[in-house]
């Protein structure tokens, strides 16, 4: 299993980006999708979150601001963060509950994308 991030890089505060996330592979179900991200110093914290079942979490810091979109039939997820702030700023990666099987559910992380975001 592969998760393939893209999207992220530079922009004004105040303007928007949008994340993309493809999973592939020996794929039996997808549980849940979302992103997290790091800022240098700080620990990793999940951003958006999308269950199924559940619904969407979102960090407090974000809510409002971003959206997270799946698509089940694609294995795809995307990340739209509108009205952002240079607190934004950070390497962001997408990962996903993933069963390969019918049985065993892990989790898989694909690689990190900088978003950077200026004042």
């Known amino acids: 299993v592969q998760l393939q991030a893209s999207g992220g890089g530079e922009v004004e505060a105040g303007g928007s980006l949008t994340l993309s996330c493809a999973a592939s592979?020996?794929?039996?179900?997808?549980?849940?999708m979302g992103w997290s991200r790091q800022a240098p110093g700080k620990e990793r914290e999940v951003v958006a979150r999308?269950?199924?079942?559940?619904?969407?979490y979102y960090a407090a810091s974000v809510k409002g601001r971003f959206t997270l979109s799946r698509d089940n039939a694609k294995n795809t997820a995307s990340l739209k963060m509108n009205s952002l702030k240079p607190e934004d700023t950070a390497v962001y990666f997408c990962y996903g509950d993933i069963m390969t099987d019918g049985y065993h559910e892990n989790d898989y992380w694909g690689q990190g994308t900088q978003v950077t975001v200026s004042s």
């Open positions: 999308a269950t199924i079942g559940t619904g969407t």
């Open positions: 592979g020996s794929i039996f179900s997808i549980n849940a």
